[in-house]
């Protein structure tokens, strides 16, 4: 599993630099301090356009100039994908006429938001070879109890009698063990690594020195850790309770 973490990383560029060579990177359209070495130094790369900040902030996503952005970059080699704006809360309405609407040779990837029907799951993960998956409504916090038996309908409704996905599929903000280990997906991210490389607490007294190797201690974590290879039903009923 490809383990997306995301960008900024904070503290001096020097420390970014440290912390990004050789790893994989998540790229928010709203900040883009790091595209440079993520440029230089990644082995690969994808863009996210910014539709959780912007709905968590209650504004209004600049379709047009993210599109823009990723045209510029879709041609570098470390380039993997760049998911297609959408809309949180929005209907399958709304969020099927954007997929309609992107440009076919910019790599985009469509996300599913639990609070959407099954249906338009299973008819993604049908038409599109990866599908990204992004918690909302009642749903919007991952690895609650609640989430767990949303999860476990979706990855039913996607993966056939063997526990065999229809499609690649993303995890959005789901860049956790707890979570990972046990959905198939071949990649998930988080801003664990970077949002959390400024706290000491959180490691005692035996804290790394800088905020860039905590980071880096947080991601070493998390990188030695690998998604499951299927679903598995009768394990997942149990993560719901």
Request: charged share 20%; proline share 6%; aromatic share 10%.
């Amino acid at each position: 599993m490809i383990a997306y973490h995301g960008t900024p990383i904070g503290g001096t560029r020097q420390d970014g630099a440290r912390f990004l060579a050789g790893r994989h990177a998540l790229v928010p359209f709203p900040r883009q301090d790091d595209m440079g070495i993520v440029a230089d130094v990644c082995q690969s790369f994808v863009f996210d356009n910014g539709a959780f900040s912007v709905w968590k902030k209650g504004g209004t996503l600049d379709v047009d100039g993210y599109t823009r952005w990723v045209e510029q970059w879709h041609r570098h080699p470390g380039f993997d994908w760049a998911l297609i704006p959408d809309v949180i809360d929005g209907d399958e309405i709304a969020n099927d006429a954007l997929l309609a609407v992107w440009p076919t040779e910019l790599r985009g990837v469509p996300v599913w938001h639990l609070h959407e029907s099954l249906e338009r799951l299973t008819r993604l993960a049908d038409d599109w070879q990866t599908v990204a998956i992004g918690s909302s409504g009642q749903w919007a916090s991952p690895g609650t109890p609640a989430w767990w038996k949303r999860i476990s309908s979706a990855m039913d409704a996607i993966c056939d009698d063997q526990g065999r996905p229809a499609c690649r599929l993303h995890g959005l903000r789901m860049l956790d063990p707890a979570i990972f280990q046990h959905l198939p997906f071949a990649s998930a991210d988080s801003t664990n690594a970077a949002v959390n490389g400024g706290s000491i607490s959180r490691f005692g007294m035996y804290a790394p020195p800088t905020a860039g190797q905590r980071a880096n201690v947080i991601a070493e974590r998390i990188e030695s850790h690998n998604s499951s290879p299927i679903w598995q039903r009768e394990t997942q009923a149990e993560m719901a309770i």
